[in-house]
Nanobody, 123 residues
Framework: QVQLVESGGGLVQAGGSLRLSCAAS????????MGWFRQAPGKEREFVTAITWRGGSTYYADSVKGRFTISRDNAKNTVYLQMNSLKPEDTAVYYC????????????????WGQGTQVTVSS
C-alpha cells in the first residue's frame, strides 16, 4: 500500500521559513516524479513545485520562484519543500504527490497523494 506522509507544517509569521517533508512508502520512490500542491480555503488545488525522479529537473509556479526549493533524498524515500520569505497568501494545506508520468504541473498526472499538512502564515 502506497503511503505519502507530509510533515513540517505549522504557523509562521510573514517573512519566516518552514521546511516540509514527505515520506513515501510502498513504492519504489526513486522511480517516481514528485510534486507539491497546495489548496487554500475556497480555492482549487494549485501546483507549487515538482522534481523528477533523479532530481535532475525541478519546476516551480511563478508565485513561489526564488522563495521555495524542492529537493529529494532517494536513500530516505523523502521529498522536501523549503519555503522561505513566506507570505500570508502562502497559507494553505500542502500536499505531496507521486507519479511516473510527466506534465507535472497538473494534479491529474499524479497517482498517489498524501493527506496534507497545514501551513499558516500570519501577517
Amino acid at each position: 500500500q502506497v503511503q505519502l506522509v507530509e510533515s513540517g507544517g505549522g504557523l509562521v509569521q510573514a517573512g519566516g521559513s518552514l521546511r516540509l517533508s514527505c515520506a513515501a512508502s510502498g513504492l519504489t520512490f526513486s522511480n517516481y516524479n514528485m510534486g507539491w500542491f497546495r489548496q487554500a480555503p475556497g480555492k482549487e488545488r494549485e501546483f507549487v513545485t515538482a522534481i523528477t525522479w533523479r532530481g535532475g529537473s525541478t519546476y516551480y509556479a511563478d508565485s513561489v520562484k526564488g522563495r521555495f526549493t524542492i529537493s529529494r533524498d532517494n536513500a530516505k524515500n523523502t521529498v522536501y519543500l523549503q519555503m522561505n520569505s513566506l507570505k500570508p497568501e502562502d497559507t494553505a494545506v500542502y500536499y505531496c504527490a507521486a507519479t511516473r508520468r510527466y506534465a507535472l504541473e497538473y494534479a491529474l498526472t499524479y497517482d498517489y497523494w498524501g493527506q496534507g499538512t497545514q501551513v499558516t502564515v500570519s501577517s
